[in-house]
């Protein structure tokens, strides 16, 4: 099966009992057992439950892995990951992730006993440099959150396989529509299925696929023993979502180009950061190893808070809303918004200016998500 075939088809059957050509949603906490010892593949939904076991099987065929485990949220997707490791081991860890995975990894785990080193990842140097021999994981976001840094996957699966670790990675912005770490050397592929995945704003869940078995297992242990596992309602509205995955990765990457081309010829806007530019640093990277580009613009603008302020407060169509990768375009401010919990001198280190602006591109048509920006625009003194 090819790819678009995939992502409507993989693992769906119409139902053995109906014929419907949309899987049931199995809304039950639990199962009646035939007799004592016996069940029919399920029985408390904790543990497992087949509308999320459809999900599971169809997000990781997409994906090119053997299994697929989902949760409740992307978050509790990578905490489930560190969670393979143990007190006093190392990871290195792209410097630019999420605001919410530097919180989980700076005040949760690290209390835990794993210390983390953050680097840019988009350059294999500094990584090897980083590597020790504590050093259990090696963690990647790419392309990243909120400044869209590149990360050649193959060359960070060449320093994890010399090192004797697992690689992770963190594909939320792409997809497997637009990039599949498996098939160039990661170990783990998380994605926030919030985002594109299920695309249409209406709920919360993650997921880790992988070809290990072994790694496998364990996250299916997590899961069962930690609890956080989507409802059977998230897993088959992310079914529905994940129908028309290919048509709106492509239609957000061709819009996505068009208003970052708008943007860097812009003269109230100082920088675009945005993987299918030519002047994006990692853009020979990200043609190499992804099909297209996405939806996720940065850019930066002059006058700092004010400015962007001004401009978050004069958009109409763009929505102001911390998540990404839905139908709708939404812009966020990550200074005020999704990366507040960053200490300011950390988040001006790694590049987390004041005026930095995240802007998620809908599927909306390009000529009115233009005319909103440039009227909003004019409005910054």
Partial sequence: MRFDTKVVRAAIEPDPTTGAIVPPIYQTATYVLPEVGVDKGFDYTRSSNPTRQLLEENLAAIEGGKHGVCYSSGMATVDSVMRLLKAGDHVVSSDDVYGGVSRLFNEVLSRSGLNFTFVDTSHPGLVKDAIRPETKMLWVETPTNPLLKVTDIEAMAAIARDAGIPLGVDSTFATPALLRPLELGADIVVHSTTKYLSGHNQLIGGIAITNNDEI???????????????????????????????????????????????LEEHPKVQRVTYPGLKSHPGHEVARRQMSAFSGMISFELEGGISAGKQLLNSLRLCRLAESLGAVETMITHPATMTHVCVPREERLARGLTDGLVRLSVGIEDAEDILEDLESALEQID
Avoid: N
Wanted: glycine share 6%; aromatic share 10%; net charge positive.
């Fill in 216 to 262: 496998a297992e364990r996250f299916r242990f997590f899961q069962r023993a930690i609890g956080a596992v989507p409802s059977p309602t998230d897993c088959w509205l992310t079914l529905l979502g994940i129908k028309t995955l290919s048509l709106r990765m492509a239609r957000h990457s061709a819009t996505g180009l068009r208003v970052a081309t708008y």
